[in-house]
């Protein structure tokens, strides 16, 4: 049923990515995101006016979405700083192997972390923190973090300023970003580094007798 809606309206152009139980996603679907990444609350007649489609069809496609799961949930963003939460953390966790299960329940029982990621490289995890003072990390790290058994080592860096903070990203972003292909008689001046470029006899005698 899902890939039949989604079919109905395909955009063209675009490779259509499967996900959940089916729904492909076309370039509409990925002009709705845009969309709602912008404004999450915005009204169905105004999202439909914004994507070109008809009012039935975005109603249609956004339930789509979010009954495929790839929409997953509507949520506030807040001011941090406003809130009281001045103080944003890295903490970089290297977890005792065989002690995964542990670490997990340990940390599902801490508020303050935001986000929590398995990661490559020197250490194992990286936990985001966010807290009113300086001394509240040093409290999580010293005394809680510490104290778990399956906690090897950490290693602290704090957040001096978030540059950036997307809602999340699309396939269409990278394409956006990409400069546009040059045309053959745009480049044709162009010489690669570390190759020659022919001159044709002709030519070469004009840009001399221009010259003299």
Not at 1 to 23: A, D, F, H, K, Y
Not at 40 to 67: D, M
Not at 82 to 95: K, N, Q, S
Not at 104 to 131: N, S
Request: glycine share 8%.
């Amino acid at each position: 049923m899902m890939s039949e809606i989604s079919r109905n309206g395909v955009g063209g152009g675009g490779q259509p990515g499967r996900i959940g139980i089916g729904l492909e996603l076309d370039d509409i679907h990925m002009k709705i995101l845009e969309v709602l990444r912008e404004n999450g609350r915005i009204s169905v007649a105004a999202l439909a006016e914004r994507v070109g489609i008809s009012r039935a069809s975005a109603y249609t496609r956004f339930e789509a979405l979010r009954a495929d799961g790839a929409i997953k949930r509507f949520t506030a963003e807040i001011d941090h700083v406003r809130a009281g939460l001045g103080i944003t953390a890295l903490i970089f966790v290297t977890v005792r192997q065989q002690m995964w299960k542990q670490f997990r329940a340990e940390l599902a029982r801490m508020p303050e972390v935001e986000y929590c990621a398995i990661t490559t490289g020197q250490h194992d995890a990286m936990i985001q923190v966010r807290v009113s003072d300086v001394a509240a990390v040093h409290t999580m790290v010293t005394e809680r973090l510490a104290n778990i058994p399956a906690v090897k080592a950490t290693e602290t860096v704090f957040i001096l300023d978030e540059v950036l903070r997307r809602p999340y990203v699309l396939p269409s972003d990278g394409q956006q970003s990409r400069p546009a292909r040059r045309t053959a008689q745009e480049t044709q001046g162009d010489v690669p580094l570390g190759k020659m470029r022919f001159v044709g006899a002709a030519e070469g005698r004009a840009a001399l007798q221009k010259e003299d």
